[in-house]
């Protein structure tokens, strides 16, 4: 492997770990909000424990999510330095605001983990909603910059040159909304179903069901409704990419031929030499249909596209179907939670808590498959058309240390915070009603 | 705009040197107090800068978004060339983030603490000197730039000689110095009796200890003819900041002797306004010296769009941030920056 492999593996690396906790910074902030006010509406202790055990893990993931963030802000210059210096300045507008939006975050949480018994409760309980919307609102800012990679716009490119550079332009590219909305739907619905997980393996167990049955109620009402509206906002992915990255739907679908009435391939093995798949389930026309919302439209094929500029076809299929395939299990869960609902006998069930519990996981991993179709989709590009992730690579040699080194720090990070919170629960448990 | 701009760079390094400075300041308080007085300096800690340590460090990312907005050509420079140096510095803000918060948010106080505690100190007192050694090594002279060659140089040529030796490595251990100092001088104001002394004692002997780093570092960058330090004793404004920043020693141990928190803290906070003036104006806008030439930070501007949307994000962020930030301040740990320090003014 090259150093420019080993580069892109970091940052691969290094942005999925920031994304987890990215994720949790901004969903569990609400949880947090939710039972916040529970405990003011009813001053039923128990939500106050809870709320003071969800605040340390809000105050965990914060910080975990903010350093391995700013390393990240080094990490754009440090590992992709060409691509910065002509993308920066365009760029210059999301990151801008979002670095404030990530400030207002910081001080609200100085506010509310500090603010007990010595702010006013309506406003200490405030600053928690500043907490989840300035959270989200850095998310939605700092995915416009990823959305301007795929949908380039702002500028003219003229003998090599970026020039008349406007910063409103790409900061409003045509791929931000799709991916933004994507994007916090599947951090919704990820950390929702993560939390909701973590409290059904409680009660599954019979620890302090009570307590644990609650924080499931409040966590889970989230991910349920984001789950059933993120295929919605998936269909609208979809057919903005067969639009403008014709190259990474193809990918996507591990579809070769161009042709009309294109049928969608569910599973299947890529055989990238041949260029062919293998074991493959395919519903016809499906693929037009869904993007282009006509069972007879033209889909391009990755054979009408120069070879050198396919991306890996192999991993970006198998992770689309990874996201696709998870998304619809908990869009079936959300189903399951509302019926419950009706039908309060499954409460009792101790199947009901045991398949929360391997779910858990699950959103995490569709939000890493997610990632990996956006990003690997569109490589050999780092600026989807413009300029190639191997010109942007900095010229230092020996990536393959510094890479060892993230994937040793963040493991052993990752194992730390994973125990932490087991701690927080076994202290949370050991609590007698 | 530019000028907008510029102003929120330095502000945004200020704040950094000054409030993030404190802050690893307050590690290295800590590593140097008696095995007696660590938990006490623990607790003091944890009670000034909890609510705020987070938003000290938000500066940085401020600072690198403005510098690679605004200024790419600079920020390519110091990205490639200063990649090893910022990779350590990078684990030590890590290490020294999660430790803060392992410590303090950990369910269960057991004998981990032990553990988070000494990975709080040591990477509160490596991250400045690596930050040190970053900007010395900006000023040191010793930067090759390639202008896109990269073949005969080596490895340790380009990317680990220029920040590591025995210039940078003074400016590393200057910046940490610096950060005791400015942590102990705050921290004096948020303790009584004993503890106070202690404080008093420790912010004495950092004292002592950077002016006489300062003078070693000149010393040695006017034998070995370090350019940067050079210009900088030939340079009037410069030198006469940093006699000032001197000479308001006197004021600023009397202010602590009188027990005048508010006092104590602008003048201890002017005095770094001073040296971080005087280190810039010398050379400003080159502010990176390499082996041959000089860059400039205004070498290769972005086109004025850029910098026009830039200054009115930065306007309209500043105007959200700066008024949270500062009711912040006053509602916590630093209260008395603001209040009762104006009462004790008064008192006085």
Not at chain 1, 160 to 170: K, M, R, S, Y
Not at chain 2, 95 to 121: E, K, P, T
Request: glycine share 8%; charged share 15%; aromatic share 16%.
């Amino acid at each position: 492997m090259e150093n420019l492999d080993f580069a892109r593996l970091q940052m691969a690396f290094t942005l999925g770990f920031h994304i987890i906790f990215a994720c949790i910074g901004m969903v569990m902030p609400f949880f947090m909000v939710v039972s916040h006010k529970k405990w003011l509406n009813t001053r039923n202790p128990v939500y106050l424990e809870l709320t003071k055990s969800w605040q340390k893990g809000v105050a965990i993931f914060f910080v975990t999510g903010a350093v391995s963030g700013t390393a990240l802000s080094f990490e754009l210059g440090m590992l992709w330095p060409e691509f910065m210096k002509h993308a920066g300045p365009i760029i210059g507008m999301p990151f801008s605001l979002e670095g404030a939006a990530f400030f207002v975050e910081a001080i609200a949480l100085g506010f509310y983990l500090y603010g007990w018994n010595k702010l006013p409760e309506k406003f200490h309980w405030f600053t928690g909603i500043i907490i989840g919307i300035s959270g989200v609102a850095s998310g939605i800012l700092v995915v416009s910059a990823n959305g301007w990679m795929n949908a380039p716009t702002g500028f003219d490119y003229i003998d090599g040159q970026f020039v008349n550079i406007d910063p409103v332009q790409a900061f409003l590219n045509p791929a931000w909304f799709t991916q933004a909305l994507h994007m916090t739907l599947a951090a919704v619905v990820a950390t929702s179903f993560a939390v909701a997980g973590v409290h059904a393996l409680q009660v599954y167990r019979n620890k302090r069901p009570d307590l644990h049955k609650k924080a499931f109620k409040i966590a889970i009402i989230f991910g349920a409704v984001a789950a059933f509206l993120q295929p919605l906002s998936g269909d609208l992915s979809a057919k903005d990419i067969a639009e403008r990255q014709p190259m990474k739907l193809a990918a996507m679908e591990a579809h070769y031929e161009t042709g009309t009435n294109v049928p969608l391939y569910i599973g299947g093995i890529v055989d990238e030499e041949n260029q062919k798949v293998t074991h493959k389930i395919a519903i016809p026309g499906a693929l037009s249909f869904l993007a282009f919302g006509d069972f007879d439209a033209e889909v391009k094929g990755l054979k009408d596209f120069p070879e050198d500029e396919h991306p890996p076809v192999a991993i970006v299929h198998y992770a689309f179907q990874i996201m696709v395939g998870i998304g619809t299990l908990l869009m079936l869960a959300g189903i399951l939670y509302f019926l419950s609902l009706k039908y309060k006998k499954l409460f009792n069930k101790k199947w009901y808590w045991l398949l929360f519990v391997v779910l858990a996981p699950l959103g995490f991993i569709a939000v890493e498959a997610g990632w990996v179709v956006t990003e690997v989709g569109r490589q050999p590009w780092i600026i989807y058309g413009f300029m190639k992730t191997s010109e942007a690579v900095t010229p230092m040699p020996g990536m393959e240390f510094s890479f060892y080194m993230y994937l040793v720090v963040y493991a052993v990070l990752a194992v730390t915070v994973t125990w932490l919170m087991r701690r927080q629960i076994r202290v949370l448990n050991a609590v007698k009603e | 705009m530019l000028y907008v701009v510029l102003f929120f760079l330095l502000f945004s390094l200020l704040l950094y040197v000054l409030l993030g400075g404190a802050d690893f300041g307050a590690g290295i308080v800590e590593l140097f107090s008696s095995r007696k007085n660590k938990l006490t300096t623990r607790n003091t800690i944890y009670r000034v800068m909890g609510p705020v340590w987070e938003a000290n460090h938000i500066w940085l990312i401020i600072l690198l978004v403005i510098l690679w907005v605004a200024f790419p050509v600079y920020f390519n420079v110091i990205m490639i060339y200063l990649h090893v140096p910022f990779v350590l510095v990078l684990l030590g803000i890590t290490m020294r983030g999660v430790a803060f918060i392992f410590r303090h948010y950990d369910a269960i106080v057991d004998r981990s603490q032990l553990f988070y505690n000494w990975m709080f100190r040591i990477s509160s007192l490596v991250t400045p000197v690596f930050l040190g050694m970053s900007f010395g090594a900006l000023i040191g002279g010793k930067i090759i730039l390639t202008e896109d060659d990269y073949t005969g140089f080596t490895f340790s040529e380009l990317y680990l000689w220029p920040w590591f030796n025995s210039f940078t490595f003074l400016v590393g251990i200057f910046y940490a110095v610096l950060c005791a100092f400015l942590a102990a001088t705050l921290l004096i104001g948020e303790t009584q009796g004993k503890v106070r002394k202690m404080f008093s004692k420790k912010s004495a002997y950092f004292t002592i200890t950077l002016v006489l780093l300062g003078f070693i570092l000149i010393a040695y960058g006017y034998i070995y003819e370090v350019k940067f330090i050079k210009d900088f004793v030939s340079n009037p404004v410069s030198i006469g900041a940093v006699i000032l920043s001197g000479l308001l020693l006197i004021p600023l141990w009397r202010a602590i002797k009188r027990q005048n928190t508010l006092g104590s803290r602008y003048l201890a906070g002017l005095q770094v306004v001073l040296v971080l003036f005087a280190a810039l104006y010398a050379h400003f806008p080159y502010i990176i010296i390499t082996a041959e030439k000089e860059v400039s930070l205004l070498e290769g501007l972005p086109p004025q769009a850029v910098i026009q949307n830039l200054g009115i994000m930065l306007l309209i962020g500043g105007g959200v941030i700066l008024p949270g930030l500062f009711h912040l301040m006053r509602s916590f740990g630093m209260i008395k920056i603001f209040k009762s320090g104006e009462k004790e003014f008064e008192n006085n």
